[in-house]
């Protein structure tokens, strides 16, 4: 079992930044591959970031690449997205999750929710324009 805390979100004006941590606890939290997903508003949960257990791979949704970034550290069992210039477009509930899956089925599935075996509260982000 891994438990998951999203924490950092607010409310910010456009164009400025937040950092997003998630708190890992429970089972070996260096072993599992990470992602970020967002819900906006009446709108279904979508995928944002993810890594790979060891962090060689990355991946972004095309609207954040360039603004946001994915990291990780093992040591303190935590993974932070450091999100910049913000839009209203990025008003959502941010959760973080963990999968335990094989790395293989992991790159080609990072985007699903279905790849996910735990999942944070979530943290809400709010940008005014």
């Known amino acids: 079992q891994v438990q998951l805390v999203e924490s950092g979100g607010g409310l910010v004006q456009a164009g400025s930044s937040l950092r997003l941590s998630c708190a890992a606890s429970?089972?070996?939290?260096?072993?599992?591959?990470m992602g970020w997903f967002r819900q906006a508003p009446g709108k279904e949960r979508e995928f944002v970031a993810a890594?790979?257990?060891?962090?060689?791979?990355?991946y972004y949704t095309d609207s954040v690449k360039g603004r946001f970034t994915i990291s990780r550290d093992n040591a303190k069992n935590t993974v932070s997205l450091q999100m910049n210039n913000l839009t209203p477009d990025d008003t959502a509930v941010y959760y973080c999750a963990a999968s335990g899956s094989t790395l293989y089925l992991y790159i080609n599935s990072y985007a699903r929710q279905t790849s996910y075996d735990y999942w944070g509260q979530g943290t809400q982000v709010v940008v005014s324009s």
């Open positions: 429970g089972r070996t939290f260096n072993n599992y591959h």
């Open positions: 890594f790979t257990w060891s962090g060689r791979n990355t």
